[in-house]
C-alpha cells in the first residue's frame, strides 16, 4: 500500500505538473516558447529525480523511455539519458543466500575464493570478483534481492496509470500505452533472467569468434542460474578514461574507428546486436581489442526488417517521401492516417535537409534529434528495435568523438551502407540492377493497365459513383475559433455588465438584488470558464 501511494503521489504530481505547464496565463510576464522549454527542463530534471527514488523498476522504465523520442518532447529524452544507476549495495550475507538457495552449494564448494566487496552494484544486481578452485578468475553477476517481487508489484501498478493515460482524452488520443506498457514489461523480465543473458553473451561471442580484436567474457554454466550468472574475468581500461587509455599506449583514432565497426557488424551483419553499449559496458584490453560486458539488453533484427530497411534506404536515396512513408508502414514505424500530408512532408523536409549535405560530413546526434523532432506528436510509432539502434549510434558517436574529436560516425558507416546499396552481401537481398528490374516491371505493369483505369473512372463519372470531397481543415477551425471568440465576448460583457449591477445594489443597500445578480454573475463565469476551456481544445486540433 505504500509502494502504491508513492507512486500515485508522484504521477498525481506530475499530472498536475503538466496541466498548469499547458495554460499560458500561468507564465509571468506572458507566454513564450523559450519559457516553456526551460518549465519542461525542470520537469524533466524532477521526473529523473523521482525516478531515482522510487528504484529499480522506474530507472529501468526511465531508461527505456529515453529511447522514446517519438512519444516524449527532447528535453524528456535528453534528461532521461542521464539516468544512470545510484543504489546502494546490499549484504554480502544476501548474496550468500541468493547463490546457495539457486545452486544447492554453499561459497566455498563453488569457488576457491569470493571478494566480498562488489566491484559494481547497480539497480538489477550486483558483481563480485571470484576465483574458481580450477585457478580461473570470474566475476560473479547476483541478482538483487526481492526484485521480481518488486517489479510484481510495480507493473502491477504501472498498468493501472498505464490505462489512465490511455483513456485520456488529450493524452491518449493516437498513442499505444498499453503496448508500450507490453513492451516495458517483456524487455524488464528478460532482464531479470540470468540464463537467458548468458545464452545473449554466448551467442554474441560466437559471432565474434573470427574477430580478434573483440573478447566477450565466456560463460561457466556449472555456476550459473536464473540468480546467479558467473563469466570469465576480462579486466580492461574503461573506454571513457581516454587518459588511461593514453597512458597504456593505445591508439584512440583507432579505438574509435573500431568500437563504431564492431557495432556496424552486430546491426548489419548479425542481426544481434548489443541494445546498451553506454562506456560503463565496454573496455580495451591492454592489446587494444575491445571488451563487452553486460548482455542482459540485447537486440534482434529479422530477415524482414532487413528488407523493409532497404526499401527505406532506397526511398531515402531517391529523396522520394512516399516510398519511404510506405516502407515505414511496413515496418510498423508509422502508422497510417487518413491525411498522411502533414507526414509526408515532415518526411520530405527531413530528406531535403539530410541529403544536402555528403553521406560522410552526417552527425547521428543531430539526425536522431531532428528525427525525434519530427516524429514527436505525429504518428511516428518507433519500434524498440529502432530506438535501440538510435539510441546506440548516438552513445557511440559521443565515445568515438572523446576518443577523436575528427571522428565521425557515418564516415566508418559509408562502407557498410554502400554494401547494402549495393548489395555486395549476398545476404542482404536483390542487388541495384535487381532493385531496378523490379521498378521497371512495376512501371510497366502500371502502364499497361492504365489504359483501362481510366476508362473505368470515366464510367465511374458517367453514372456518379465518384464523389468528390474538398475539406479545409484549416478553414474550419478558424471559423469555429472565430464563433467561440464571439461567445467569450458575449459572456465576458454580460459578466461586466452584472458585477456593475452588483455593485450598484450593493451600494445603495439593496442586499438582496445585489446576491441574486451576484448569483447570475457567478454563473456566467462558470460559463466563460467553460468557453476558454474550448477555445483551447480548438487551439490545439490540426
Known amino acids: 500500500m505504500r509502494r502504491r501511494m508513492d507512486i500515485w503521489r508522484f504521477v498525481f504530481t506530475f499530472i498536475s505538473e503538466l496541466w498548469w505547464d499547458a495554460k499560458k496565463w500561468t507564465y509571468p510576464g506572458g507566454y513564450t516558447d523559450e519559457k516553456r522549454r526551460i518549465r519542461r527542463q525542470k520537469q524533466a530534471a524532477w521526473v529523473r529525480e523521482s525516478f531515482l527514488e522510487l528504484g529499480p523498476t522506474f530507472i529501468k522504465v526511465g531508461q527505456l523511455f529515453s529511447t522514446r523520442g517519438d512519444l516524449f518532447p527532447i528535453e524528456y529524452v535528453s534528461e532521461l539519458t542521464k539516468l544512470q544507476d545510484r543504489v546502494p549495495a546490499f549484504s ?58 518488486l517489479f510484481t508489484i510495480d507493473l502491477a501498478i504501472l498498468k ?195 541529403m544536402d549535405k555528403p553521406f560522410e560530413e552526417q552527425s547521428i546526434s543531430a539526425i536522431s534529434d531532428d528525427l525525434y523532432d519530427v516524429a514527436y506528436d505525429q504518428p511516428f510509432r518507433f519500434p524498440a528495435t529502432f530506438t535501440f539502434v538510435m539510441r546506440a549510434f548516438s552513445t557511440l558517436e559521443g565515445v568515438g568523438k572523446g576518443l577523436d574529436p575528427e571522428f565521425n560516425f557515418m564516415e566508418v558507416a559509408k562502407p557498410f551502407a554502400m554494401e547494402i546499396m549495393t548489395n555486395t552481401n549476398p545476404n542482404n537481398g536483390g542487388s541495384i540492377l535487381d532493385e531496378l528490374g523490379r521498378q521497371a516491371a512495376q512501371v510497366s505493369s502500371t502502364a499497361l493497365g492504365l489504359p483501362r483505369r481510366i476508362e473505368d473512372t470515366i464510367e465511374k463519372l458517367d453514372r456518379g459513383d465518384i464523389r468528390v470531397r474538398v475539406r479545409s481543415s484549416e478553414s474550419d477551425r478558424i471559423l469555429r475559433r472565430l464563433g467561440m471568440v464571439q461567445m467569450l465576448t458575449n459572456h465576458t460583457i454580460l459578466l461586466t455588465g452584472l458585477v456593475i449591477s452588483a455593485t450598484l445594489f450593493v451600494v445603495n443597500d439593496l442586499i438582496i438584488l445585489a446576491v441574486l445578480v451576484a448569483l447570475a454573475a457567478i454563473g456566467v463565469g462558470v460559463l466563460l470558464l467553460r468557453s476558454l476551456q474550448k477555445l483551447n481544445r480548438y487551439d490545439r486540433l490540426p
Not at 566480498?116 to 585457478?135: I, N
Open 160 to 354: 493501472r496509470i498505464t490505462q489512465y493515460f490511455q483513456n485520456h482524452p488529450r493524452w491518449g488520443r493516437g498513442r499505444d500505452w498499453l503496448g508500450i506498457y507490453e513492451e516495458c514489461c517483456r524487455i524488464l523480465w528478460e532482464e531479470t533472467d540470468y540464463l537467458l543473458e548468458g545464452q545473449s553473451a554466448d551467442m554474441f561471442r560466437r559471432h565474434f569468434r573470427e574477430f580478434d580484436w573483440v573478447r566477450v567474457p565466456k560463460v561457466f554454466w556449472r555456476y550459473t542460474s536464473p540468480r546467479v550468472l558467473t563469466l570469465e574475468y576480462v579486466p580492461g581500461i574503461k573506454i571513457s578514461h581516454y587518459e588511461a587509455l593514453e597512458a597504456a599506449g593505445l591508439d584512440r583514432k583507432r579505438l574509435a574507428r573500431q568500437g563504431a565497426e564492431a557495432y556496424l557488424q552486430q546491426l548489419l551483419n548479425n542481426g544481434f546486436f548489443h541494445a546498451d553499449p553506454h562506456p560503463g559496458n565496454i573496455a580495451v584490453a591492454p592489446d587494444g581489442a575491445m571488451i563487452f560486458y553486460d548482455f542482459g539488453m540485447m537486440g534482434r533484427i529479422n530477415a524482414n526488417v532487413r528488407a523493409g530497411l532497404m526499401e527505406t534506404l532506397f526511398g531515402i536515396a531517391e529523396k522520394n517521401s512516399d516510398r519511404v512513408i510506405a516502407s515505414l508502414i511496413k515496418l510498423g514505424a508509422l502508422q497510417p492516417i487518413g491525411d498522411m500530408g502533414p507526414v509526408r512532408r515532415s518526411v520530405q523536409y527531413m530528406l531535403d535537409n539530410f
Open 92 to 149: 554480502f550475507e544476501r548474496v550468500t543466500s541468493i547463490i546457495e538457495a539457486d545452486t544447492g552449494k554453499t561459497i566455498g564448494e563453488l569457488f576457491a575464493s569470493f571478494d566480498p566487496t562488489p566491484l559494481a552494484a547497480a539497480s538489477l544486481g550486483q558483481v563480485h570478483r571470484a576465483q574458481l578452485h580450477t585457478g580461473e578468475d570470474v566475476v560473479v553477476k547476483v541478482q538483487r534481492p526481492g526484485l521480481k517481487k
